[in-house]
C-alpha cells in the first residue's frame, strides 16, 4: 500500500526543538526517493522547505533540516518560533504509484 | 519574482466541465515541467497530474485518469487542467506547482483556485 505516515499533531514551546515523522514503504523512501518537504500556513500555498532529504532552498532558516534513514524520513524544527505554527507534508514519488505522493500533513502547535 | 497564478476555477454540477489556467511568469516557462496538486479544505495534498517541459510527455493520478488532461502554451507561459465528467470528490483548490530540481520536488506553488463539483 503506497503511503507516507505522518503524525497528525505535534507541539512545543517557543525556543524547543521539535520532530515529524514520515514512514513509508520498499515502494517510495525505501526505493530510494527524495523525500520534500513543505510547510503551509494557514490560508496559503505550500512552501517548499526541505528538497532531497536534507537540503534547504534559499531563504530557509538552518533551524529547519532533513534526514532520511531506510522506509523513514523526519524534520526537526530547532528553536520554535510562534511563526512556525503550520502544517508539515512530506512528499516522495512512488513506483507502485508512478506518481508523487504526500504525507497525510502534521499540524504544528507552539505552545 | 517565479509567480503562478491560477484562474478558471468555480462551481459545476456533477458530470461537467472545467479548464483552470495557471499563468507563469519570472521564469522561463518552457524549460521546466509543471505539475498540478489539489487539496480539499481542511485535509491534505495530493498530487493530480504532471507534463514535460515541451508538453510531449504527461502522467496522471489514478483518481483522474481519463478524465483529466494536462497541456501547456509555452508561447503564452500557460499551463492548463481540462477536467471532464467531474465528481463531486474532485471538488478542491487546485494549485500549479513548478518542479523543482529534486525528482519530483516542487519548488514554487501558486496560490490556488477553488473548484466545486456539487448540483
Known amino acids: 500500500q503506497s503511503v507516507l505516515t505522518q503524525p497528525p499533531s505535534v507541539s512545543g514551546a517557543p525556543g524547543q526543538r521539535v520532530t515529524i515523522s514520515c514512514t513509508g514503504s520498499?515502494?517510495?523512501?525505501?526505493?530510494?526517493?527524495?523525500v520534500h518537504w513543505y510547510q503551509q500556513l494557514p490560508g496559503t500555498a505550500p512552501k517548499l522547505l526541505i528538497y532531497?532529504?536534507?537540503n534547504r532552498p534559499s531563504g530557509v532558516p538552518d533551524r529547519f533540516s532533513g534526514s532520511k534513514s531506510g522506509t523513514s524520513a523526519s524534520l526537526a524544527i530547532t528553536g520554535l518560533q510562534a511563526e512556525d505554527e503550520a502544517d508539515y507534508y512530506c512528499?516522495?514519488?512512488?513506483?507502485?504509484?508512478?506518481?508523487?505522493?504526500f504525507g497525510g500533513g502534521t499540524k504544528l502547535t507552539v505552545l | 519574482e517565479v509567480q503562478l497564478m491560477e484562474s478558471g476555477g468555480g462551481l459545476v454540477q456533477p458530470g461537467g466541465s472545467l479548464r483552470l489556467s495557471c499563468a507563469a511568469s519570472?521564469?522561463?516557462?518552457?524549460?521546466?515541467?509543471m505539475h498540478w496538486v489539489r487539496q480539499v479544505p481542511g485535509r491534505g495534498l495530493v498530487w493530480v497530474s504532471r507534463?514535460?517541459?515541451?508538453?510531449?510527455?504527461?502522467n496522471y493520478a489514478d483518481s483522474v485518469k481519463g478524465r483529466f488532461t494536462i497541456s501547456r502554451d509555452n508561447a503564452k507561459n500557460t499551463l492548463y487542467l481540462q477536467m471532464n465528467s467531474l465528481k463531486a470528490e474532485d471538488t478542491a483548490v487546485y494549485f500549479c506547482?513548478?518542479?523543482?530540481?529534486?525528482?519530483?520536488?516542487?519548488?514554487?506553488w501558486g496560490q490556488g483556485t477553488l473548484v466545486t463539483v456539487s448540483s
Open positions: 532531497a532529504n536534507s
Open positions: 506547482a513548478r518542479a523543482g530540481s529534486a525528482w519530483y520536488s516542487f519548488d514554487y
Open positions: 507534463i514535460s517541459s515541451d508538453g510531449s510527455m504527461t
Open positions: 519570472g521564469f522561463t516557462f518552457s524549460t521546466y515541467w
Open positions: 512528499q516522495s514519488y512512488d513506483s507502485s504509484l508512478s506518481g508523487s505522493l
Open positions: 520498499s515502494s517510495n523512501i525505501g526505493a530510494g526517493y527524495d
